[in-house]
């Protein structure tokens, strides 16, 4: 008798928030008279908004037993729609190009806290399962992808129907971590298996975007696609990403060695930050994309090469970063769901191709149980683990909608917002999934495992 009040609960919620986030815009931001006074007003109207939809629809998610950011998806679209009821005082939200300069930097944001939350010593150390199973998770996806986009786009580019399928590829944990967490099954070898090839699956995955991006790059300039192209962009990424971190792990303690030396305040934060942009710069001097150079900084970083702070009583920088990335990191969650054009949906063959890549997102993760080497594991759950695409999908897209072939974005809006569904997609399905799947086999007389 006492679900349908939360129900009424959340949707109140959900009502008063649009009121909100509509009440803030009745004045329009063009309301000042000085440029430089317009573009501030409206950039400061643009965070209120955004960080206002994104911890509304946050909550809202969590609450409903979904990740977060599915809520500041969905709320970014709403907020990146309200054009279509006539109301245009939001445009600016998807539209401001600072707006869009700071969603980047909350990516890299996020990108280098990935980084120094993966333990390359415990990547190593995962075994063949792992590497097995996000292998087959890169390479499956990526050729159904390519399949569905050559089907349903026959007219697109070859680099857009090589990109759709890239943006199939990689995995995010965070939302197969948590239900593994919540119902007491992280320490399992399957849980074990999952998480290391997830971490394998982010490396594998960058350098497949590094690749493709330097492929794009190199076509655009006139440089044509060739074996030696491809080969010698593969090796650049390579190169750079482990390159980065092998050198960055030996120079790393000696930079912060003579910055802890440094009586200024807020050294480690202001350390960590140079390295994660310094590596992003050198990335895109080089044709990666910034975030590859983020993700890289992160790798390199261990927590013993901030000895030094430490032992003064000084913050992690992960713990220092944290408050930064909560503030910057849903600002690209937001834009990236105002970016999603509804109307494009309207169209049939639009929703047939987002429904196609949903399959071919679910179904191209379930070969990486044929990657687990060993009897009695459940294969089925381990596949369904690897299913959500959350933040890196999403990423990927984004970077793909900057990139251009004769004049035209490789991934256009309806593509983008064909993509974004894919993600909500395999956000909401999988923790019920993987659920039953544990479910299913713990229920077997002969199993008392997942």
């Known amino acids: 008798m006492s679900s349908p009040k939360p129900r009424l609960s959340i949707t109140i919620r959900a009502v008063l928030a649009i009121a909100a986030?509509?009440?803030?815009?009745?004045?329009?931001?063009?309301?000042?008279?000085?440029?430089?006074e317009t573009n501030v007003g409206s950039v400061l109207l643009a965070l209120i908004v955004i960080l206002l939809a994104a911890k509304f629809g946050g909550d809202i998610a969590v609450r409903i037993g979904q990740p977060a950011v599915l809520g500041e998806l969905i709320f970014g679209i709403i907020v990146g729609n309200f054009y279509l009821l006539g109301y245009h005082n939001l445009d600016f939200v998807r539209t401001d190009s600072s707006i869009g300069i700071l969603s980047e930097i909350g990516v890299m944001l996020l990108l280098f806290q990935v980084g120094l939350e993966t333990d390359i010593g415990k990547m190593a150390k995962v075994g063949a399962s792992s590497f097995?199973?996000?292998?087959?998770?890169i390479v499956?996806?990526?050729?159904?992808?390519?399949?569905?986009s050559r089907i349903f786009l026959p007219t697109a580019s070859v680099y857009t129907h090589v990109f759709i399928g890239a943006t199939l590829c990689a995995t995010s944990v965070g939302i197969t971590a948590r239900v593994l967490r919540d119902i007491g099954r992280i320490q399992t070898p399957e849980a074990n298996i999952i998480l290391g090839a997830a971490v394998i699956d982010d490396v594998q995955g960058l350098i497949v975007l590094a690749v493709i991006q330097g492929l794009i790059t190199a076509s655009s300039s006139g440089s044509g696609l060739s074996a030696w192209t491809f080969i010698a962009v593969a090796l650049r990424a390579t190169t750079f990403l482990l390159g980065a971190v092998l050198i960055?792990?030996?120079?790393?303690?000696l930079v912060l060695r003579f910055a802890s030396r440094l009586k200024a305040a807020d050294i480690v934060l202001t350390s960590g930050l140079?390295?994660?942009?310094g590596f992003a710069y050198t990335a895109a001097r080089i044709g990666l994309a910034p975030i590859v150079g983020a993700f890289a900084a992160g790798l390199m970083l261990d927590e013993i090469h901030w000895k030094d702070f430490s032992e003064r009583g000084e913050h992690s920088i992960d713990e220092l970063i944290n408050p930064l990335a909560a503030f910057l990191v849903p600002i690209f969650f937001v834009r990236m769901g105002a970016s999603v054009t509804l109307s494009e949906l309207a169209h049939t063959n639009i929703l047939l191709f987002a429904g196609a890549l949903s399959i071919a997102a679910i179904l191209g993760k379930q070969v990486c149980g044929l990657g687990v080497i060993g009897n009695r594991l459940n294969r089925l759950a381990i596949g369904i683990g690897m299913i959500p695409r959350g933040e890196v999908g999403l990423i990927f897209a984004a970077v793909g909608s900057k990139l251009f072939i004769d004049g035209l974005p490789v991934v256009r809006p309806a593509i983008l917002s064909a993509i974004v569904i894919v993600v909500l997609v395999t956000t909401i399905i999988t923790p019920p999934l993987l659920k039953w799947s544990i479910d299913q086999r713990s229920s077997s007389p002969e199993e008392g495992r997942l």
Request: glycine share 8%.
């Open 21 to 36: 986030i509509l009440a803030l815009t009745i004045i329009p931001a063009h309301a000042s008279t000085a440029s430089s």
């Open 140 to 148: 499956a996806p990526f050729f159904l992808g390519w399949v569905i």
């Open 274 to 277: 140079v390295i994660c942009f």
């Open 248 to 253: 960055g792990q030996r120079l790393s303690p």
């Open 132 to 137: 097995m199973v996000a292998t087959l998770g």
